[in-house]
């Protein structure tokens, strides 16, 4: 019995070192989540990654997910869109999924409210430096504007592809 263990320990230790997808790009992660935002209290202090938080960026924190995550969140009652990149840890109070950075609440407009539901989809993985990986703001078409409804640059078709591969241990 001990060797059928190790020999499937070694087999899931080979797929996890294959990149063996845990979950697929564009996965909806959660249909109905609530989240909330967090600014100037924390402006410039250092996240769970190690780097500087900005809230002027479009960032986020969740409790389980790798750091560089790109996510994609869809507040429930307006239908704006926009991606943000894991790079912190929390929320720490019961029932929320995800703290958004200022600009992602401000581009979600969940500023008023401080609370939203919303839709949150895996994107992918950041690829290379996480400070400088890009997010976007998107919002539903409006009349009379092409089919994005979106004059920023879209984000990459694949932000994953080429990526190296990463092992985060917790």
Known sequence: MPEFRSRLT???LALALAGFPLAAEGEILKLNATA???GKEFDGKTTASGEVFDMRALTAAHKTL?????LEVTNLANGKRVT???NDRGPFVANREIDLS???AEALGMLGTGIAKVSIRKMGIADGNLASATAT???PPAAGTGASGNAETPPPENPAKGASLRIQLG
């Open 84 to 86: 943000v990149r894991v």
């Open 36 to 38: 909330s935002y967090y």
């Open 137 to 139: 703001r998107e919002t």
């Open 10 to 12: 070694l087999i899931f």
């Open 102 to 104: 200022y600009a992602a």
């Open 66 to 70: 790798p750091f560089g995550t790109l």
